[in-house]
Nanobody
Framework: QVQLVESGGGLVQPGGSLRLSCVAS????????MGWYRQAPGNQREWVTSFTRDGRPKYADSVKGRFTISRDNAKNTVYLQMNSLQPEDTAVYYCKAYDYSRDMDYWGKGTLVTVSS
């Protein structure tokens, strides 16, 4: 059974940093494009960042230069380093895996990030 489990969310002041983690169980990590999405209260879920099929990171304009996605294949984990956080970054952050071999999306349950003074 495929599971994605996010962690690392919390309350941070404007200008602060957080690092989110997403651990993937099952056998999908090596055949998946991993990424992060977020959903702010009252808004639709939006794409934040992901790896392309050839392993290049891509970022939404709103986070470019502040957020960094990385992965540790040995730990089946993808990370999201978030710096210079602003109140508009407040959202539930979701990890997503697109498994090329199955043509399927898998989602975690999300972790809440709140940026407030």
């Amino acid at each position: 059974q495929v599971q994605l489990v996010e962690s690392g969310g919390g309350l941070v002041q404007p200008g602060g940093s957080l690092r989110l983690s997403c651990v993937a169980s099952g056998s999908i990590f090596s055949t998946s494009a991993m990424g992060w999405y977020r959903q702010a209260p009252g808004n639709q879920r939006e794409w934040v960042t992901s790896f392309t099929r050839d392993g290049r990171p891509k970022y939404a304009d709103s986070v470019k230069g502040r957020f960094t996605i990385s992965r540790d294949n040995a730990k089946n984990t993808v990370y999201l380093q978030m710096n210079s956080l602003q109140p508009e970054d407040t959202a539930v952050y979701y990890c997503k895996a697109y498994d090329y071999s199955r043509d399927m999306d898998y989602w975690g349950k999300g972790t809440l990030v709140t940026v407030s003074s």
